[in-house]
Nanobody, 122 residues
Framework: QVQLVEFGGGLVQAGGSLALSCSAS????????MGWFRQAPGKEREFVAA????????YYANSVKGRFTISRDNAENTVYLQINSLKREDTAVYYC???????????????WGQGTQVTVSS
């Protein structure tokens, strides 16, 4: 059974930083690109960042470029999202997903985690 479990959410002040992680099990981790998405209250889930299977390529939404960094450790079956210079509009539930290839299209992701809440206060 495939499981993706996110960790690291919480309450942080604007301008602060947060490190999210997503631990994968039940799948061949190196066979999947990984992505992070987020869903703010009252909004649809949106793409944040993705990383290729080997970790050599990354792709970011324009809204987070320069502030967010996605990385992965294939030995640990874990993908990370470092979030810096947090803004109130970053408040959302953050989800990780696994896809056969690096993409921003949610429909291409086969597996999803349960999400972790990030709340940014002013």
């Amino acid at each position: 059974q495939v499981q993706l479990v996110e960790f690291g959410g919480g309450l942080v002040q604007a301008g602060g930083s947060l490190a999210l992680s997503c631990s994968a099990s039940g799948l061949t981790f190196t066979g999947y690109a990984m992505g992070w998405f987020r869903q703010a209250p009252g909004k649809e889930r949106e793409f944040v960042a993705a990383i290729s299977r080997g970790g050599g390529n990354t792709y970011y939404a324009n809204s987070v470029k320069g502030r967010f960094t996605i990385s992965r450790d294939n030995a640990e079956n874990t993908v990370y999202l470092q979030i810096n210079s947090l803004k109130r509009e970053d408040t959302a539930v953050y989800y990780c997903g696994a896809s056969p290839f690096m993409t921003s299209a949610q429909g291409e992701y086969n597996y999803w985690g349960q999400g972790t809440q990030v709340t940014v206060s002013s």
